[in-house]
C-alpha cells in the first residue's frame, strides 16, 4: 500500500450521517494545524485502520477520527478548529441573547 | 439488535477466511482468540501515509522521565544482540495470523540499565502515531523492535525501517516506524485509546474497546 491509499473525504457522508441528524457532506472544516479551510469531501481518509483517519489534504496532520464499535461510535475532531455547516435560509433558529 | 457485530466503516476481511483451512487437519486448527479469524495473508493497516525514513538518519530514543534520554542510531541497533522471535499476531480488526517471523533486539536489552521508576509507556513514531502500554509489558522476552520480516529487511508498508513488536497485545500497540518511547509516571493514552479504543488491549480478554 502507498501513499496513494487514502479515499476521498465523501466517504464519510454514510459513516457520519449515522450520528448526526445534519447532512454534513456539504460542511466545511478549519486544520487546527495549519489553519487551511477546505470542505470535508476533502480530506483524505485512510480506511485500512482500526477507525476512519480523515487527514487534512495540505499538511496531512490528523483532522477526525472515527472509531465504530457494534454498540457505540467515537468521534474525535481534535485536529480541527471548527466545522461550518450549511443550514436553510428560511427556518427559525437561535439568535445570540 | 445488531444483527453484523463487525465495524462497518472498513473493510477488514482482507484475508483469507476459510473455516476448512486447507493443509492443516481440523484437529491440529491452533485457538484463536474470542472474535478472530486466521488469515494468511499480512493485511496492511495505516493511520496514514508510509513514512519513509532513511537508515542514516534513523533514531530510536528511549526518554526517561526525569529527562535523560538513551539513543540508538541504526548502526547501534545492528550493533546490539539480536532475536528472532516467532509470534502470533491478532489485529483488533479481527484477523490472526500465526507462526509470524521476526528479526530484531528485546526491549530487555535496550531498556537494560535505564534507571527509572516509570509504570508506562508511550510508544511514538515517524509520521506522528503513538500508542500506550504499561512498561511492564515491554519486559520479559515480550517485545522487540523489530527490523527484520521472513528473514528479509522489514518493507516500510509493514513498518519499516523499524516497528515495535509486542504480539501479546493487539496489533495496533505494536508501532510501525517505531521512533521512541518516552518512559512515564502516569499513563498517557495514544492515537486510538484516546478515540474509543481500549487502554491495554489483550486479545485473549477481547480488549477492543473502552469498558470492554
Ligand atoms: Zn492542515
Redo the contacts between chains.
Sequence with gaps: ???M??LDGNMLDG?LRELFAVDLSGATGRCESCGTVGPMAGLHV????????G?CPAC???ML??????????L?LRGSTYLQVPLPMDQPYPRPL | M?SD???????CR?GIVSPGFQGRPRSAEPALPPGQYLTEDF????????PRVPLDTWEFVVSAEGGAEYRWSWNELMGLPQEAPTVDLHC??RWSKLGTNWQGVSLDTLLEGIDTAARYALVHSYG?YTTNLPLDDLRGGRAWVAHGYDGGPLPA?HGGPARLLVPHLYL?KSAKWVRGIRLLVDDKPG??E????HDYGDPWREQ??QGD
Excluded: N
Design positions: 500500500m502507498t501513499d491509499s487514502y459513516p485512510f480506511s485500512h485502520a482500526p477507525g476512519l483517519i487527514r496531512s496532520e490528523v477520527r472515527l472509531v465504530r464499535a457494534p454498540d457505540r461510535a467515537w474525535d | 445488531v457485530p463487525t465495524p462497518r466503516w472498513y473493510d482482507v493485511p496492511v493497516l495505516s493511520a496514514g501515509p508510509t483488533v480488526t506522528g508498508e495496533w492515537f486510538w484516546t478515540a474509543g479504543y477492543r474497546y
